[in-house]
């Protein structure tokens, strides 16, 4: 099994030695980096497979990181870890690029899953998120813009409520009798709507989040 | 007022906060005034007769100039382009009255001047101070309008003085007391504004300190207050998460979530069930809602079922957390409580036991709800509650 290089990216130190203390053996830490700055000159230098971004930092946070390697053309794979679980936040990384959010308090053993879940290129999706994209997607009188970007297929909405539901991927797949893999393809394809989608909801749900 | 330097001691002309050269700054400091006083009396004096010209040139050649290392500060170019214009009305102004060559049409400007004199005396330095810089700047940044309203106040005396002549033209001088009007108005308005802003300045600051002084509060009542019980409790590692675990949801409540009345909608309603069982229980309950609702008496129902399923499963299951899930669609409501915990054989409950027959099973139904258990000894255990919305 190949290892996976991870370049942890948190203002926190003692989260950062926190984290490294609990990722499993296939997880290799090569840097850390405390904000903006030398986040990106790292994952210049290192080139990580998989960069654990938190979200709220000084000079911009995660996703001015984010718009900065992305925009010059990197295909480092970022998976967001963050203490909030507000809404502007969670949405904002995913549409910033992220491959994927979970909260700080996941366990060590599912954060590694979830790292070389996105080392592979897959996405990775905490209850909270699923819920979000479910909320955020819910069905509406208006037809969507782009019918293909703008809606959820059954069976994405399906996958989405067990992940809310608290199941993991494969108990998701024994429960509608697909493979893994199928399970990841659909999250991925959610995934790819809420990056690309430029649905009213989207944006307007995230903010009167924020205003209610 | 008299001017003449005093033995001690020596009046100098002082360089920093200089208007022309001086003069009056150094006469103020000698005479404990402010020196504006006595640049607005030179003005005065300047005006009548050129008198204040001449004291001050005086003034200038007699009294030395205090030393200063290396270059001095630059002269404040906005006060003298104020005192200039202050000057430039006055003088116009008496040009015209002819108050200037003395007699009864000096008075005005004398009872004027002492007026504005004893007025800048009172206000408060520090409030004087505002005024100052705050008028400063803005004669810097406009001076145009300030120059156009001296200039309209001008015309607006000359053309009333003129018509008064005329009575029968008191039209004619209506107008030009608008016109008077209207250029003090000009004048003016720069001032109130400065005295407006500073107001609000003053507000905004306060409503600050008071949203500081909430912010204080609640990490005094509540994080700190946890800080000292987990400090005290150390020794019991569940109690420590518990209590780590109860402020958290407290302070993310507290500034994530929209403020919402816990009895008014469905997702309210489950998240605080979720929070009072994970206090009671010590397991975290991990809740995700999707759409809300107001709360009806079926749903209030479906709660007391969630809620029993949230304690049976913290109590009986041994999963180290529970995932609760509700969803709002159009015609139904949908909660889930699922643990990862030891499960069970269903038909293994004995008829007597309450929790699962009675208070989810039978309560649902008795309410035109359902409820599903799904269990598998070591693998978990998963309560489905739907109930109809009824619209």
Redesign the interface.
């Known amino acids: 099994m190949k290892t996976v290089r991870v370049l942890i990216v948190d203002d926190h130190r003692l989260f950062r030695s926190g984290v490294r203390a609990e990722l499993g053996e296939s997880i290799q830490v090569i840097g850390e980096a405390e904000d903006v700055e030398s986040a990106v000159q790292a994952i210049a230098e290192l080139q990580p497979d998989v960069v654990l971004l938190d979200v709220h930092m000084p000079g911009g946070g995660g996703q001015e990181v984010l718009k900065r390697v992305l925009g010059s053309g990197s295909q480092v794979r970022f998976l967001a870890l963050s203490v909030s679980d507000a809404a502007e936040d969670v949405i904002g990384v995913i549409r910033g690029g992220a491959r994927g959010y979970v909260t700080k308090t996941i366990s060590g053993a599912e954060l590694t899953d979830a790292i070389i879940r996105v080392s592979d290129g897959d996405a990775v999706f905490s209850p909270r998120l699923a819920g979000f994209v479910l909320d955020a997607f819910a069905s509406t009188e208006a037809p969507p813009i782009d019918p293909e970007l703008d809606s959820l297929t059954q069976r994405e909405r399906e996958v989405l409520r067990l992940i809310a539901r608290g199941y993991a991927y494969k108990e998701i797949a024994k429960e509608l009798f697909i493979s893994v893999k199928t399970v990841e393809t659909h999250v991925s394809s959610v995934l790819r709507k809420l990056q690309l989608s430029n649905r009213h909801e989207l944006s307007r749900w995230a903010t009167a989040r924020r205003l209610v | 007022m008299s001017h003449a330097p005093e033995a001690y001691p020596r009046l100098v002309r002082p360089v920093k906060g200089r208007v022309i050269a001086g003069v009056a700054q150094g006469a103020a400091a000698q005479l404990r005034l402010d020196p504006v006083v006595l640049r607005l009396a030179f003005v005065l004096l300047t005006v009548i007769d050129g008198l204040g010209f001449v004291a001050y040139a005086a003034l200038w050649m007699f009294t030395p100039k205090e030393q200063v290392k290396g270059r001095g500060p630059a002269r404040d170019w906005g006060q003298f382009a104020a005192y200039g214009v202050l000057w430039l009305v006055l003088a116009g102004f008496g040009w015209v009255t002819g108050a200037s060559s003395g007699g009864f049409g000096s008075w005005p400007i004398a009872v004027g001047g002492i007026g504005a004199l004893i007025l800048w005396q009172q206000a408060d330095p520090g409030r004087r101070q505002r005024w100052m810089t705050g008028a400063v700047k803005q004669v810097r940044t406009t001076w145009v309008r300030t120059i156009i309203g001296a200039l309209l106040v001008a015309v607006g005396a000359v053309g009333f003085l003129a018509a008064s002549g005329e009575l029968a033209k008191a039209r004619t001088g209506l107008v030009f007391t608008a016109v008077v009007v209207g250029g003090i108005l000009m004048i003016a308005a720069p001032y109130l504004a400065s005295l407006v802003k500073e107001l609000q300045r003053e507000r905004t600051e306060r409503i600050r300190q008071e949203e500081r002084a909430e912010v204080a509060a609640h990490v005094h009542d509540s994080v700190l207050h946890t800080l000292t019980l987990i400090q005290r409790n150390a020794h019991d590692p569940r109690e420590v998460t518990r209590l780590a675990r109860s402020q958290e949801r407290e302070l ?1 409540n507290w ?2 979530q ?1 403020k919402q009345d816990a009895d008014a909608t469905l997702a309210a309603a489950v998240r605080r069930i979720a929070a009072e069982e994970e206090d009671a229980h010590g397991v ?1 309950i ?1 809740v ?4 809300d609702c107001e709360l009806t008496e079926g749903l209030s129902a479906l709660l007391h079922a969630a809620r029993q399923a949230m304690v049976n499963a913290a109590k009986y299951s041994e999963s180290p ?1 529970i ?1 609760v ?1 509700a ?1 709002v669609e ?1 015609d139904e409501v949908t909660v ?1 409580v ?1 643990d ?1 915990g030891k499960g069970f054989v269903l038909d293994d409950i004995p008829e007597d036991r309450m929790g699962i027959r009675q208070s989810i099973i039978g309560r649902m139904e008795r309410h035109g709800g359902s409820a599903r258990v799904r269990t598998e000894p070591g693998d978990g255990t ?1 309560v489905m509650l739907t109930m109809k919305r009824d619209t």
Do not use: Q
């Open positions: 993310r500034l994530y929209p975290p991990e995700v809602c999707v759409g957390v995932s899930y969803e159009a889930f699922r990862r998963e």
